[in-house]
C-alpha cells in the first residue's frame, strides 16, 4: 500500500471518528454546517467582499482621535498579557536593553534597530479607540513612529505585498504569535510602533517593548511584544499560513469589522 | 362590498381562488429575510457570548454595563447564572449566564440552542453573521427599492389620511383581540408597524452594525456620533435585534389569530381560496365582524 493511501484511510477514519464525535456531542444541523470546509470557504468569501468594499469606501480615512479628557482608566490587556518564554524573559530583565528590532526580508536595507534609536524617532502621538473583536473598546494614547516611516528607511521592495509582524510571546506555549498586514495598511498615517502607552513606556501586559498599532482594524492585528518584522510577496509558508495567529485560528485576516 | 379578496365576498363556489393577496417580491423577500433574520439573530448571539455585557458611550466601562450575564457561587457552593438589567439581578440559570453546552455545564450568555454554532466559537458566529449580513442587505435594499417604486410602500404600507384618524379605534380593537380583514388590506396598525420594520428598524440594524466596525467609523464618524459611540451602537444593534424579535412573536401571533393557513397560504403561494375552512374559521371567530 503506498503511503498515499495511508494518509487516505487514515484521514478517513480522522474523519469518522471526528463525525462520531460529533454525533455524540448532538450537535445541531447548522453546527455541522459550520465543520463543512467548503462551506466555510463561501462563508468566509464575505471577508472578501467587506475588505473590497471598506477599502472602497474609507481610502486613507483616518480612525477617530479622541480628547485626553476620554482616556480609559485602565486599557484592558487580552491575550498574552505576561509572556513566559525564555525569549522574552531574557529581554524583560534587562529592561531590553540588548532587545532590538529586526527589519528584514524584501527590503533593500535591513535594519536592526535597538529600543533607544526607535524611541529617538520622529514620533506620533494619538488618542484612539481600541476594539477587541469580542465586542468591548477602551481608549488609549499610543506614542511612535509611524510604520511607514520606518519602513521607508528600509527600503521597500516593489514585490513585497505584506509586511509579517513577528512577536516573542505564545499562547498556546508552542507557536509564537505573529500578524500581516498588506501595504494599504501599513502605509496608513496612522499605523505605529508604538513605545508609550499613555505617556509612559508600553506595560507588559500591553505589548513591551514595542507593539503595532493598526488603528481601522480589530484588535488581534496589532501584535504586541515584536521583535521581528519581515517583507514577503506572500504569508502562505509562515506558521498556518493564514497570516496570523488567529488567522490560523480560523479568524478572518481582514478585520476592519 | 365586492373586494374579492375579501373574505367577507360572498361566494357560492368554495374553489373560487381570489387575486393575488401578496405579490410575488412580497412572498420572495419575506421568506429569504427570514431565513436572513434567523442566521443573523443566532450568530448575532453567539457574538455577544463572546463579551456578554452591554454599555453606552465610547468605550467599555466593564464595572458598570447596563445589562450583563455571568455566573457567581452561592454561599451554599452552587453555581448560578445571573442577568443583571441595571441595577436589578435575576437568576436566570440554565438559560442566561449559566446553561449546559453538549450536556456539560458552561458560563455563557445566551444558551446553546439560541447560537449559531451552538458552542462557544466566536470566529465561526463571525462567518456566518457577515455572510448573511451582505445577503440580507442587499436584498432588503433591492426590496425597499421595489416598494418605493412599485406604489407598494403608497398603496399598502402607508396609512392614508383617514387611517391616522382611526388609529385609536384600531389600538382599542387591537387589545380587544378584535382583527379586522379590510378587505385583504393591511388595517393601519399593520401598515404602521410593517413600514416601522422595513424603513425604520432593518436599516438601523445595518447602520449600527456597520458603525461596531473600526473601519467604517473612519468613513463616517458623524454617524457614530448620532448613535453615541461604539459601545452606544453595539447595545443598540442589540435593543433594536430585540424589538425584531418582538415583531416577530407578535406578527406570528396575531397570523396564528386571525386565519393561519389562510394567511400563510397567502404568503407562500400568493393566492388564498376563499374556501368553506377560511369561511367557517372567520365565522367561528369573528362573529361581532360580520
Known sequence: MSERNEDGLSRRALLQRAALGAAALGLSGCDRLSQNDALLNLLGGAQALNMTAQRLLAGDALAIEYPASMISPVFRPNGSTDPQTDLYRGYLANDFTDWRLEIGGLVDNPLSLSLAEIRAMPARTQITRHDCVEGWSVIGQWTGPVLGDVLARAGVQPQARYVVFHCMDQLNGRNFYYESIDMVAARHPQTLLAHSLNGEAVPVANGAPLRLRVERQLGYKMAKYLHGITLVEHFDDIQGGKGGYWEDRGYTWYAGI | ?290
Open chain 2, 1 to 290: 362590498m365586492s373586494d374579492k379578496n375579501s373574505p367577507q365576498a360572498p361566494s357560492q363556489n368554495p374553489h373560487v381562488r381570489a387575486g393575488p393577496r401578496h405579490r410575488l417580491p412580497v412572498r420572495l423577500w419575506h421568506w429569504f429575510n427570514l431565513w436572513c433574520l434567523i442566521v443573523l439573530l443566532m450568530s448575532g448571539l453567539q457574538i455577544f457570548n463572546a463579551h456578554p455585557a452591554l454599555y453606552w458611550g465610547s468605550v467599555s466601562t466593564f464595572d458598570d454595563p447596563w445589562l450583563e450575564m455571568y455566573a457567581i457561587r452561592t454561599p451554599a457552593g452552587d453555581i448560578e447564572g445571573i442577568t443583571a438589567l441595571g441595577s436589578w439581578q435575576f437568576e436566570t440559570t440554565g438559560v442566561l449566564g449559566y446553561s449546559r453546552v453538549a450536556g456539560q455545564p458552561a458560563v455563557r450568555g445566551f444558551p446553546e440552542w439560541s447560537t449559531l454554532p451552538g458552542y462557544q466559537h466566536l470566529s465561526m458566529g463571525r462567518l456566518w453573521h457577515f455572510f448573511f449580513a451582505w445577503l440580507f442587505a442587499i436584498s432588503g435594499a433591492l426590496f425597499v427599492i421595489y416598494a418605493l417604486f412599485s406604489g407598494h410602500l403608497k398603496r399598502d404600507l402607508w396609512p392614508a389620511g383617514r387611517e391616522w384618524r382611526g388609529l385609536g379605534r384600531d389600538i382599542l380593537n387591537h387589545l380587544k383581540c378584535r382583527f379586522h380583514d379590510h378587505a385583504g388590506k393591511y388595517n393601519s396598525l399593520q401598515k404602521l408597524s410593517y413600514a416601522g420594520v422595513i424603513f425604520v428598524a432593518l436599516p438601523l440594524m445595518i447602520l449600527t452594525g456597520l458603525c461596531m466596525s473600526p473601519t467604517f467609523n473612519a468613513v463616517a464618524p458623524w454617524l457614530l456620533d448620532l448613535f453615541g459611540g461604539r459601545q452606544s451602537a453595539r447595545s443598540l444593534h442589540f435593543i433594536v435585534a430585540t424589538l425584531l424579535v418582538l415583531f416577530v412573536i407578535v406578527h406570528v401571533l396575531l397570523v396564528l389569530l386571525t386565519h393561519p393557513l389562510r394567511q400563510l397560504r397567502g404568503m407562500i403561494t400568493g393566492r388564498a381560496p376563499v374556501g368553506s375552512d377560511a369561511r367557517r374559521r372567520h365565522q367561528d371567530s369573528e362573529p361581532s365582524h360580520e
